[in-house]
Nanobody
Framework: QVELVESGGGLVQAGGSLRLSCAAS????????MGWYRQVSGEERDMVAI???????NYADSVKGRFTISRENAENSVHLQMNTLNPEDTAVYYCNAYSATWGRYFWGQGIQVTVSS
């Protein structure tokens, strides 16, 4: 049983920063990718940033230059540093991890990020 637990969300004013963290617990495999997605109520869940086990990362165009993703392979954790936040970043953020060994994705329970104008 693998569980992903997110932390660090909350309410921040526009222009502020937040740091999200996600840690995996249980019988944790080696994750090929770890990342963050976000979802606004009534809309699809969109990729924000993902990082590969080798360290390379992809970002959504809307967050490039503002968000930085990092991971600690030994601890099976991933972080998202979010700077210069704006109200359009308001969403529920989900941690995601993919195990190539098991051929499946894992999701966290989601954490709310609210940016006030």
């Amino acid at each position: 049983q693998v569980e992903l637990v997110e932390s660090g969300g909350g309410l921040v004013q526009a222009g502020g920063s937040l740091r999200l963290s996600c840690a995996a617990s249980g019988s944790v495999p080696s994750f090929h990718t770890m990342g963050w997605y976000r979802q606004v109520s009534g809309e699809e869940r969109d990729m924000v940033a993902i990082v590969y086990s080798g360290g390379s990362a992809n970002y959504a165009d809307s967050v490039k230059g503002r968000f930085t993703i990092s991971r600690e392979n030994a601890e099976n954790s991933v972080h998202l540093q979010m700077n210069t936040l704006n109200p359009e970043d308001t969403a529920v953020y989900y941690c995601n991890a993919y195990s190539a060994t098991w051929g499946r994705y894992f999701w966290g329970q989601g954490i709310q990020v609210t940016v006030s104008s």
